[in-house]
């Protein structure tokens, strides 16, 4: 167990962080999914621009990686254009 105030507040902070993270990880995987999952090409092309800037607050954030954030546009993209 942490012996300092300091380490204690610290897995505190680091708790509620990975909450949070997991949390807009989840919401972020979830609308990857359904991107993919549309068929519709004027509904994917409306809702790629929100999964886009889901995308890039996450990596800003460093929920994840910036480049796994526009490997994720990339290839998101490339199937809005596909349909």
């Known amino acids: 167990m ?4 300091s380490s204690e507040k610290r897995i505190r902070q680091t708790e509620t962080r990975n909450l949070e993270n997991r949390y807009y ?3 972020a995987r979830n609308a990857v ?3 993919r999952n549309t068929t519709n090409k004027e509904e ?4 790629f621009p929100t999964v886009a800037s889901l995308l890039d607050k996450l990596a ?3 929920v994840i990686h910036n480049n796994k954030a526009a490997n994720l546009k990339s290839s998101l993209a490339k199937h809005v254009n596909s349909l």
């Open 44 to 47: 994917a092309a409306k809702y």
């Open 2 to 5: 942490a012996n300092h105030a």
């Open 60 to 62: 800003k954030k460093n």
């Open 25 to 27: 990880a989840k919401t």
């Open 33 to 35: 999914k359904k991107l």
